[in-house]
């Protein structure tokens, strides 16, 4: 079975550049989410998608983040214009079910590198 | 105060050896908890889960201190192989797959 993939595994822009993330969950989970570690920190939560619905945004940084997951199926994290901060590693998870005890499955991250 | 707080590291073992990491969280009506672990640039995986006391899994325990709210993993007879970051993690509480990441203790077993 196929896991979580994201794609692209890296990618170095200018800062005020735009770049587009893509995640695709494991077939099935209706529940995707998008986590990112920045240089010394804890991966922190960005969302959570049920199918195409945004179930919790509250991670979000600023509105120069947009994710999307039209038809329920692959998200996009879309970053414009980027800054030198939004620099790390951005992880996708999905699982089956929602709620605490829940397992989440991650990709294997985009590294994104805003010079 | 975070809400999941690790000693970073690094924890330089030698193989054969126990190591213990603790985690301490804030939010007393936490419920369930997980041991992820991370390999260098790759994702997290989970390790343990622990629910109420705690459980066991070959050479791995965890262990729950719901009075104390800290978290423990034991790594019995250590491998090289066991080289990675762990990660304490807490689910937010309620109908959420939300995750509270702990920044992560890192383990170097040495031959």
């Known amino acids: 079975e196929a896991g979580v993939t994201q794609f692209p595994s890296h990618s170095v822009i200018e800062k005020g550049q735009t770049v587009t993330l893509r995640c695709d969950p494991i077939s099935g989970h209706d529940n995707l989410y998008w986590y990112r570690r920045v240089m010394g920190k804890e991966i922190k939560f960005l969302l959570h998608?049920?199918?195409?619905?945004?179930?919790?945004e509250s991670g979000m940084p600023n509105n120069r983040f947009l994710a999307e997951r039209t038809g329920g199926t692959y998200s996009t994290l879309k970053v414009q214009p980027a800054e030198l901060e939004d620099s790390g590693v951005y992880f996708c998870a999905s699982s089956l079910n929602q709620g605490a005890g829940e397992k989440l499955f991650f990709g294997s991250g985009t590294q994104l590198s805003v010079l | 105060r975070k809400e999941v707080e690790q000693d970073p590291g690094p924890f330089n073992v030698p193989e054969g050896a126990t190591v213990a990491f603790n985690c301490t969280y804030s939010n007393s009506a936490s419920q369930s908890f997980f041991w992820y672990r991370q390999d260098c640039r790759k994702e997290p995986k989970l390790l343990m889960s622990v629910y109420s006391s705690g459980n066991e899994d070959g050479r791995f325990t965890a262990q729950l201190n719901r009075a104390s709210q800290y978290i423990s993993l034991l790594i019995r007879d250590s491998k090289l192989s066991d080289s990675a970051t762990y990660l304490c993690?807490?689910?937010?509480?309620?109908?959420?797959?939300?995750?509270?990441f702990g920044q992560g203790t890192t383990l170097q077993v040495k031959p």
């Open positions: 993690v807490v689910p937010r509480s309620g109908n959420t797959g939300k995750l509270i």
């Open positions: 998608f049920v199918k195409e619905s945004k179930q919790d």
